[in-house]
């Protein structure tokens, strides 16, 4: 990257900061023409840096149909630009302003909904377990006394301390650190998102040791994008593309199947029923107006 592009970047990611919160993403993006964005870089396959060093990612294909629609309702380009987040830090940074939207594996609560606001879910998991071959972890009094790795902040710490509050959380500072300790033998198992521990089970140095429990996840999750709270303008947007991008799933339209199959489809990276998720994505769509097709919004 030279040095004249490092300038421009500085000089817009200079002006989003110069637009004063208060007016609303749509005017700071309408006054910068950048898009400011938070996602994740270890949550495969959501949001991670590939084996060529690319940042890439489901929640990377959401954004970037966020910055369509952006650019259709603005009638001016858009550029995203992409902030790192973690789950201890992505809340804060929709609270003071630095990015416009975060999407990932972050999890729906009525807990975080008093910081942020979400928009419609794009995908379901649930707490689960990772942990040995022949474990006996399938229910949740098995958990009792037992070391479960979680890492802090994250509903799946919460789950598990409120359902199980015998178990002993062992405090770890991402997964690949989760699945360290699980390997040493330093806990009984980490605690996940069950999407999330079958991509740390394929890249365990012996995938076939381990296994994700319970066949049901102890607590049933759905993903969305976390949003700055009362900016409905914006939040309307958001929703629109992901309408967008669920109604062209269940509807097999070529460009939003091609979306799904390349990270959850059986040649994908994390290959997830198509069946399952095509009635996931009509029950959320029951709660909106489908798009018609053929007319100017799709």
Same mark, same amino acid.
């Given at each position: 990257m030279n040095c004249l592009w490092l300038g421009v970047i500085a000089l817009l990611g200079g002006l989003w900061g110069a637009v004063p919160v208060q007016a609303g993403v749509l005017d700071r993006v309408a006054a910068t023409g950048t898009l400011v964005v938070g996602a994740r870089q270890d949550s495969v396959p959501f949001g991670y840096i590939d084996a060529d060093g690319q940042w890439v990612g489901f929640s990377l294909e959401i954004l970037e149909l966020v910055r369509l629609q952006t650019e259709r309702e603005l009638g001016r380009p858009v550029q995203l630009e992409l902030v790192v987040v973690t789950p201890q830090d992505r809340f804060d940074k929709i609270e003071n302003g630095? !990015?416009?939207?975060?999407?990932?594996?972050?999890?729906?609560?009525? #807990? *975080?909904? *008093?910081?942020? +606001?979400? /928009? $419609? /879910?794009?995908?379901? /998991?649930?707490? =689960? $377990?990772?942990?040995? %071959?022949?474990?006996?972890?399938?229910?949740?009094? +098995?958990?009792? &006394?037992?070391?479960?790795?979680?890492?802090?902040?994250? /509903?799946?710490?919460?789950?598990?301390?409120?359902? =199980? @509050?015998?178990?002993? $959380? %062992? @405090?770890?500072? +991402? *997964?690949?650190?989760?699945?360290?300790?699980?390997?040493? &033998?330093? !806990? +009984?198992?980490?605690?996940? #998102?069950?999407?999330?521990?079958? &991509?740390? *089970?394929?890249?365990a140095a012996q995938p076939l040791a381990w296994e994700v429990v319970p066949d049901r996840p102890l607590q049933e999750e759905s993903y969305a994008c976390s949003l700055p709270e009362d900016d409905s303008r914006w939040r309307d947007l958001v929703n629109f593309a992901i309408a967008r991008y669920l109604q062209g799933v269940i509807s097999d339209r070529l460009e939003m199947v091609d979306i799904y199959e390349q990270w959850f489809g059986e040649s994908g990276v994390l290959p997830y029923p198509r069946e399952a998720i095509d009635a996931y994505y009509s029950a959320i769509l029951y709660s909106v107006e489908w798009i018609p097709f053929g007319s100017e919004l799709y």
């Open positions: 630095s !990015i416009a939207i975060e999407c990932g594996s972050t999890t729906i609560t009525w #807990d *975080r909904d *008093r910081r942020v +606001d979400f /928009s $419609l /879910s794009y995908f379901i /998991s649930g707490t =689960q $377990l990772l942990a040995p %071959v022949g474990n006996a972890l399938e229910t949740i009094s +098995d958990l009792a &006394g037992k070391r479960i790795g979680v890492v802090p902040e994250t /509903s799946n710490a919460a789950n598990v301390r409120t359902l =199980q @509050p015998a178990a002993e $959380l %062992v @405090p770890v500072g +991402d *997964r690949a650190t989760g699945l360290s300790k699980l390997e040493a &033998g330093e !806990i +009984d198992a980490f605690a996940s #998102d069950g999407i999330m521990l079958a &991509g740390l *089970r394929a890249a």
